[in-house]
């Protein structure tokens, strides 16, 4: 198996609100984008991409048993802005061997930022 890129795609009932948690709470680019789909670079192989469910077939999870896992240069830091952002994380606790903390996006998918 020889992948060269990844994309998590998270199907979401309030579109706009979540679009807008990534692209401007998140500060992530969009690299591409429809009147229902954003996708959003996270590194140079790794996208997240967020879809209007009531544009799918697929059904929305409500965010039930999905984590992202995301590991940052600084987590105090990136735990700082996103509290500067309007953001409520958990406080940094060990994690298998690193310091992270949770937060939540709009739609209930579980962020983990961890380093």
Request: charged content about 20%; overall charge negative; aromatic content about 12%.
């Amino acid at each position: 198996m020889d992948i060269r890129r990844s994309n998590t795609i998270l199907y979401c009932t309030d579109w706009e609100l979540t679009v807008a948690f990534y692209r401007d709470v998140l500060g992530l680019p969009a690299t591409a984008h429809t009147d229902w789909f954003v996708e959003f670079q996270l590194n140079a192989g790794a996208t997240l991409s967020v879809a209007d469910a009531s544009r799918t077939t697929v059904s929305p999870g409500g965010g039930a048993g999905i984590t992202i896992s995301l590991a940052v240069a600084d987590v105090d830091r990136t735990r700082a802005e996103l509290e500067s952002r309007g953001v409520t994380p958990g406080p940094i606790r060990s994690v298998w061997g690193s310091r992270a903390f949770f937060a939540f996006d709009p739609e209930g998918h579980r962020l983990e930022f961890w380093s």
